[in-house]
């Protein structure tokens, strides 16, 4: 317990402390930033975390991501209906697993964040839900995020059979925001695509920003975008992730997952895009490339599909349920959730909530 709240203390200051200390190395016009995302932060990481004080859905683990690090991850297990017995018939002893990235533009954010749809999907599908956190831009830029669930994955493709009863050869990610552009970026793994057993089966993403060449500011804007954004010098600290590597690793889909082949994604595949949102012309476009690939080669076990949420915009998800309905999240969640059962019964797993 102390070990947790120390850790969620030290991420409650994140942004003060790298720009004192941390990140002493880093330029006067991110330290500036990082301290005015301060108030932002601390609020909005007590909205999300609060509420989890003290009644939670999930346990607290860590995992380890190198020989110096460990990783902070929530695990989402819904107890085995007796019902359902036949889940554990020969074949498919092990739940599935599914790997969760939160969201917080590369610079902040908590696994919490996604806690109600992690909680949904472990609920809904029976799968023992990981939901992963990372190292954090500026201070750690392209690739230590990516570094980061790369390593957590590849502990789980060895050790979630035993430690959480998981099985890694049927295995789904998800992820908001940035954490959409890490879940797609893992699947370049060779354990992570076809042929290995190990393939990432399905993924999920929502507002995903799947190109990350451009900055921020030179992204095209949505008409649905108020002319003036009051956050728009927040920018270059978003951009931070991939500002120092852009140049050399701009072909890279663990950067760029809009670069990536075919055959390194999914079989499955689901894109949640809202229409207010500098991400959405680098999403369609990636959708309809993928598209255009399954197609042209008769991949027919190959799918990937676009929700287009009309009214909404980029991080509804995650904002309160006053702000945006449940019911209009759950549209979403569970547009997503329906993409992953599929996939379970197609390869041999039921659950019935």
Not at 160 to 167: K, Q, V
Not at 275 to 281: G, Q, T
Not at 318 to 342: C, F, N, Y
Request: hydrophobic share 40%.
């Amino acid at each position: 317990m102390l070990r947790t709240l120390a850790h969620i203390v030290s991420l409650f200051l994140r942004p003060t402390l790298d720009a004192l200390w941390y990140g002493r190395h880093l330029p006067w016009t991110l330290r500036w930033r990082l301290l005015v995302f301060q108030p932002l932060s601390l609020l909005g990481n007590a909205l999300i975390t609060l509420p989890y004080l003290f009644r939670r859905p999930f346990t607290v683990d860590y995992i380890p991501a190198g020989s110096d690090r460990e990783l902070r991850v929530l695990v989402f297990k819904h107890p085995r209906r007796l019902a359902l017995e036949d889940n554990t018939r020969p074949g498919r002893p092990l739940r599935p697993l599914h790997v969760d990235c939160h969201s917080g533009g590369f610079v902040g954010g908590y696994p919490e964040s996604a806690a109600p749809f992690c909680d949904h999907l472990a609920r809904t599908t029976g799968a023992v839900v990981v939901s992963l956190s990372y190292r954090l831009a500026p201070v750690h830029p392209f690739p230590a995020a990516i570094d980061d669930v790369d390593a957590a994955i590849a502990w789980l493709q060895t050790n979630a059979a035993s430690r959480f009863g998981a099985d890694p050869t049927l295995m789904t990610v998800s992820g908001h925001s940035a954490g959409g552009n890490l879940a797609l970026a893992a699947t370049q793994a060779p354990a992570c695509h076809a042929p290995a057993d190990t393939a990432i089966k399905a993924s999920v993403t929502f507002y995903a920003p799947v190109d990350m060449r451009p900055t921020p500011w030179e992204k095209p804007q949505s008409g649905d975008l108020p002319e003036w954004d009051p956050l728009s010098f927040m920018c270059p600290l978003f951009d931070s992730y991939a500002a120092p590597r852009k140049a050399e690793m701009g072909e890279s889909p663990r950067m760029n997952p809009i670069m990536a082949a075919l055959e390194t994604l999914p079989e499955k595949m689901l894109l949640v895009v809202p229409k207010a949102d500098i991400l959405v012309k680098e999403q369609l476009e990636f959708v309809e490339r993928v598209k255009r690939e399954i197609e042209d080669r008769g991949e027919r076990k190959r799918s990937i599909e676009t929700m287009w949420v009309e009214d909404q915009f980029h991080g509804y998800l995650e904002v309160p349920d006053i702000a945006v309905s449940k019911a209009k999240k759950m549209e979403a969640w569970d547009k997503g959730v329906d993409l992953i059962r599929a996939v379970h019964r197609d390869y041999g797993w039921k659950w019935n909530e």
